[in-house]
């Protein structure tokens, strides 16, 4: 069984510029959820795709956004990038939608924002 | 109120005690929990999944205080490898949202 997947492992962008970071999902599961850990903190929940579709939302403003491809990938887009967009960016998989699933997570992205 | 809080720590250990960490959470209404353990720099791994009162999986045993609202994370005979940061996760209720503490740092000494 093929675990989350996750790339780049490390990015280094300026500030204003745009980034995509992708993830794979684990074998069999269909629900990709995102999210951000800065340093010392636990990770925030950017969103969640199930289906294709954005199925719920953390407090993250418009310039995150996100995509799911009928094989359950995902990618994150970050706009006009901050410097406090660096930070670990998670993506977790689950085998269904809903709060009672157990999340997998991927070794995650490492974005520092100059 | 935050809507998980725990207590960052670090716990300091020799090996082979028992140490205990609490979550507090503030939605009455949530009805699965999860402990993940994190390493340095690494992704989180899902350590256990409470569901009802608690459960244990050998060293390791959690337990719901839904009245009180929290629960526990107990580590018997701990080991170096044991050194980490644990992760308490709470679902919002009604969303998708997964809400994470900020985590409490282990460090079992020899």
């Known amino acids: 069984e093929t675990g989350v997947t996750q790339s780049p492992t490390h990015l280094i962008k300026t500030r204003g510029q745009q980034v995509t970071l992708r993830c794979s999902s684990q074998?069999?599961?269909?629900?990709v959820s995102w999210y951000q850990q800065a340093l010392g903190q636990g990770p925030q929940f950017i969103f969640q795709?199930?289906?294709?579709?954005?199925?719920g939302r953390g407090n993250f403003p418009p310039r995150f956004s996100g995509l799911q491809f009928p094989n359950y990938s995902s990618e994150l887009n970050v706009n006009a990038l901050e410097l406090d967009d660096s930070a670990l960016y998670l993506c977790?998989?689950?085998?269904?939608?809903?709060?009672?699933?157990?999340?997998?997570f991927g070794p995650g992205t490492r974005l520092t924002v100059l | 109120r935050k809507e998980v809080e725990q207590d960052p720590g670090p716990f300091n250990v020799p090996e082979g005690a028992t140490v205990a960490f609490n979550c507090t959470y503030s939605?009455?209404?949530?009805?699965?929990f999860f402990w993940y353990r994190q390493d340095c720099r690494k992704e989180p791994k899902l350590l256990m999944s409470?569901?009802?009162s608690g459960n244990e999986d050998g060293r390791f045993t959690a337990q719901l205080n839904r009245a009180s609202q929290y629960i526990s994370l107990l580590i018997r005979d701990s080991k170096l490898s044991d050194s980490a940061t644990y992760l308490c996760?709470?679902?919002?209720?009604?969303?998708?949202?997964?809400?994470f503490g900020t985590g409490t740092r282990l460090k079992v000494l020899a």
């Open positions: 996760v709470v679902p919002s209720s009604g969303t998708y949202k997964y809400i």
């Open positions: 977790a998989s689950s085998p269904r939608q809903g709060t009672y699933n157990e999340q997998f």
């Open positions: 939605n009455s209404a949530s009805q699965s």
């Open positions: 074998s069999g599961h269909n629900t």
């Open positions: 409470v569901y009802s």
């Open positions: 795709y199930y289906r294709e579709e954005e199925n």
